[in-house]
């Protein structure tokens, strides 16, 4: 079973830019449909961005033009980097992955995915 750590999280002020990554040990994340998603306290968890193996990308309404969801070179690492972040976004962010081995679309639903991070803390001050 893949573990998927995240990382770089952290405290900014609206405006503010960061750049979230997930790491798989052991595990080529290439071909694989991934994605991010937030859930705020008292909030259901949602999609902000997910990728599949195309490497065709979709995003929530409200982070469009804001955030990119990519991959690296090496297919070990996923990202989110995250520009004018507002107080909205403050939030754990999660990383997911489905584990079949070349994923052609990407779906939404947190049941699509078989395989969960931790989480990394988001908190954008106003």
């Known amino acids: 079973q893949v573990q998927l750590v995240e990382s770089g999280g952290g405290s900014v002020q609206s405006g503010g830019s960061l750049r979230l990554s997930c790491a798989a040990s052991g595990y080529i994340l290439s071909g694989k449909c991934m994605g991010w998603f937030r859930q705020a306290p008292g909030k259901e968890r949602e999609g902000v961005a997910i990728?599949?193996?195309?490497?065709?990308?979709a995003y929530a309404d409200s982070v469009k033009g804001r955030f990119i969801i990519s991959q690296d070179n090496t297919g070990n690492t996923l990202y989110l980097q995250m520009d004018n972040l507002k107080p909205e976004d403050t939030a754990m962010y999660h990383c997911?992955?489905?584990?079949?081995?070349?994923?052609?679309?990407?779906?939404?639903?947190?049941?699509?995915?078989?395989?969960w991070g931790q989480g990394t803390q988001v908190t954008v001050s106003s």
């Open positions: 990728i599949d193996g195309d490497g065709d990308t």
């Open positions: 997911a992955v489905k584990y079949a081995a070349y994923c052609r679309v990407g779906l939404w639903g947190r049941s699509f995915y078989d395989a």
